[in-house]
């Protein structure tokens, strides 16, 4: 009797790999770093030995597997399973993911974008949890994100729906990766959180061990966070300032979509007050009246959101659940 | 045998009231002053009255009417029939005008955003056809829009999706009517426009009877279209401005939403290529790559899109078949 799923989810940084219960709890994981595989294939390979040796551990055979899922930082194309575009991987694109992994496994898979995952994840198990329209915003080192209308994913005329990472703010601004100017990733966005951090430390006296640092992008939040906590006046201004600008993007969406909840998640939502609270304060000023008091959350499922959101993938694509 | 739609279409200066069959064609109509009606019921009265004539001169009983709907240029909750905000209407923000058509008609009535019916017409009617997942446009005194997603008008978790006319497109702009701020309609809206028109007349030298003339905010997009045909610069230039900021607002809607239309319709329209040319420009180099090429195009009901679209909201009503 089929009872498990497979999740996978490439990141920039590492592939994950997990199975998981039809409830969607995951029972035994393992993780891969992204970059060490020399090509899509090899990587494709280590992932599918990874995940035998799970179900081994844990005496389950395939065919009590239903499927496969597998989320990526980048623009899928979920019919075909074509990688259209992974602008932190470089080698992926043009590479029919599904088929790959369909002939490591001999099962059925389904690959989509990461942020529509974690939208599906946060829908049914996490903070979206009892909603009908819901937006997803994922904040890492691309500003990335899903939609649920109607109790389903939205996944658009070229599978390439949920981008509000390249929603512009301002007229004018920085050019983006994807090609655009002034996209809100361009500002929240961890590279350009730490060009930011960056900055801002040149521009004042005082920690100047923190200046000294080697910034890496995924730190820039993080060190950001701390210097909050202590009371640190530029560090401060700062989130009041990534804060109203993802809150300007958000008052946009919430006008166009009308969703019952926003979820925010990825490593700076950890930034907790000091990013929620200039979000909240940029909405309901600049959001139309009615739609002011919109729920705006954060993820709940953190690093695992994922994996369980990959797993959804799987069940989406055997049985048009969701 | 039922074989009519009653559509009614009221705008801040003129209400519409047609009679159309049951392939939305309209086979009578007639014009009311709206402002002209000193409230709410007055206004229903006459508007029940014309639309009685109507059916009168046609020979039709009410008994052939499938149900009459309404597209109001503002905010109305549809479930209920209420008028959450009318900005370009005094008097009418909590009435039920549901429930007074319904009165008035002792048939099914069914309210909704104007540009919601528009939308709608558009779709099944207009240039939106054969389309699956479009965003419709209206630029006119306010900015407005509808979405339609898997071919189904898309309404959003309190009634109120859609409003195109209020996503910000920078971080620091003009108050917006809607308590927001550096909307869009701040910048396209017709009264913005006369104002920018105004401002560009009194830097120059030249044209002095233009800048003479009383500027009435509906007139400005004409006499700016009129101006850019005899090829007057500050007036082309202008209309590249509008259009600039307008095709960044779509860039950031195309991202999130992915539509595979978008059709733009309202007065302003009208000045054809010197607005649709910097809007597309814009597209092309603001959204993301793969959505390029998405197809811009011009509505095609014009002014009867209103009363067709509200016939098909009363279809909607009645069928939930949208």
């Known amino acids: 009797m089929k009872k498990y799923y497979i999740g996978i989810d490439i990141g920039g940084t590492y592939t994950k790999v997990g199975v998981l219960t039809k409830a969607f709890d995951i029972i035994g994981k393992a ?19 990874a995940a035998g040796l799970l179900l081994k551990s844990r005496n389950i055979t395939k065919t009590a597997v239903y499927g496969v899922g597998v989320g990526i930082a980048g623009l899928v194309d979920a019919e ?21 992994f369909e002939k490591e496994f001999g099962l059925s898979v389904c690959a989509d974008n990461d942020a529509n995952a974690m939208a599906l994840a946060e829908f049914h198990k996490g903070a979206g949890r009892g909603g009908t329209n819901i937006v997803c915003v994922t ?30 703010i301002n007229m004018k601004g920085q050019r983006c990766n994807c090609g655009g100017t002034a996209c809100i990733e361009t500002y929240a966005g961890n590279n350009y959180i730490a060009g930011r951090l960056k900055g801002a430390l ?10 000294a640092r080697t910034l890496a992008a995924d730190a820039a939040p993080k060190l950001l966070y701390e210097a909050a906590k202590d ?26 979509l009308d969703p019952d909840r926003v979820v925010i998640g990825g490593g700076i939502a950890d ?4 990013l929620f609270s200039p979000i909240k304060k940029t909405v309901r000023s600049r959001a139309m ?19 369980v959101g990959a797993a959804m993938l799987a069940r989406l694509e055997r049985t048009k659940w969701l």
């Open 80 to 100: 075909k399973g074509v990688i259209k575009n992974l602008i932190n991987i470089p080698g992926y694109r043009g590479f029919n993911i599904k088929r790959a």
């Open 289 to 307: 009246k009615s739609k002011r008091r919109i729920k705006i959350v954060k993820a709940r499922l953190g690093k695992d959101a994922g994996l």
């Open 271 to 274: 930034a907790g007050r000091f």
């Open 31 to 49: 993780s891969l770093p992204t970059s060490s595989y020399k090509s899509p294939q090899r990587l494709i390979s280590a992932v599918s030995r």
């Open 231 to 256: 009371g640190d006046r530029s560090a401060l201004e700062l989130w009041e300032e990534i804060g109203a600008e993802i809150g300007v993007m958000l008052a946009g969406v919430i006008n166009l």
């Open 202 to 211: 040149k521009r004042r006296i005082g920690r100047p061990g923190m200046a």
């Open 139 to 168: 904040l890492g080192t691309g500003v990335g994100g899903g939609i649920i209308i109607g109790g389903r994913l939205y996944r658009g005329s070229t599978s390439s729906a949920g981008e509000l990472g390249h929603i512009p």
